[in-house]
């Protein structure tokens, strides 16, 4: 998780400060693999004058982005799908509060981290490992990184939308997937998640409404108006779903929905 964290800052820095194409820097100089100086080179850049910023003046920057990081990181990976794809499950058995948002939330995480699982082994091995070692600088590093993160978005974001985005920004034509800035990839990404998210949202809501209008006519038929048909739809919803096995088929499903 330690490691994960710190990739994600690199990423973050990135955005931030890089180019929007991630181009590789040349590597650095022998020596250039000291955190706290590398660092101190990119928040420099802030200036724009060539003088790096006071100390002081950078930690806030710094402390800045650590607040943007969570959405940033969670934007950029399957975490928005798959939290919505089980907020949704959750209205669809009538369970208002169960399982509870922080079990939801757990659960949408440690799945995320297994679907890009490939993506964080891919540049643990070409970007922190190298850097750690002090192979290459920490702006190499960042586009080694943001590489990846950019490939996996660009896998996932529907050809419509990303046009819709690069019309609105009045972008040229991109020679190839990897020529797309992130200024565009990341909203075209985002709605291409959440589009896809109520797609399978409806598929999940549809069996558990055949069952709520089977419930309601039949009451409606013994006269039993009164009744709520939520309290007597549930337990047979609720059976529905432990029969099918219904979280190991939603888990495998939302897990293999990342497949390329």
């Known amino acids: 998780m330690t490691r994960f964290v ?3 800052l690199a990423v973050l820095i990135a955005f931030a400060f890089a180019h929007p194409a ?3 820097a040349a590597p650095a ?10 660092l101190t080179r990119a928040l420099g850049q ?3 004058d060539g003088r ?3 100390l002081s003046l950078q930690i806030l920057i710094l402390m800045s982005l650590l607040t943007v990081l969570p959405s940033l990181v969670l934007m950029m990976t399957s975490f928005t799908r798959i939290i919505i794809v089980l907020s949704l499950l959750r209205q669809a058995l009538g369970l208002q509060q169960t399982p509870p948002n922080q079990v939801l939330v757990g659960l949408a995480l440690f799945l995320s981290l297994f679907v890009m699982r490939p993506a964080i082994d891919q540049i ?3 970007a922190f490992d190298p850097y750690g070692n002090g192979q290459i600088s920490i ?3 960042v586009g080694r990184a943001g590489k990846v993160l950019h490939g996996f978005m660009s896998k996932q974001t529907r050809q419509n939308d990303l046009k819709m985005f690069a019309g609105l920004a009045e972008a040229p034509a991109f020679r190839s997937p990897a020529d797309v800035p992130f200024t565009i990839l990341l909203p075209a990404f985002v709605t291409s998640e959440l589009k896809t998210a109520f797609q399978i949202g409806f598929m999940i809501f549809l069996p558990f409404l055949i069952i709520d209008l089977v419930v309601a006519s039949t009451l409606m038929a013994l006269g039993m108006m009164m009744l709520s048909p939520t309290i007597i739809s549930m337990p047979f919803k609720l059976l529905l779903f432990v029969l099918v096995d219904g979280w190991a088929l939603t888990m495998g499903s939302l897990a293999s929905s990342f497949a390329t």
């Open 6 to 8: 710190c990739v994600a």
């Open 22 to 24: 991630f181009a590789q």
């Open 29 to 38: 100089a022998p020596g250039a693999g000291n955190t706290s100086g590398a």
């Open 46 to 48: 802030v200036s724009g």
């Open 52 to 54: 790096s910023l006071s």
């Open 124 to 126: 643990n091995a070409q």
């Open 139 to 141: 702006e190499e590093a």
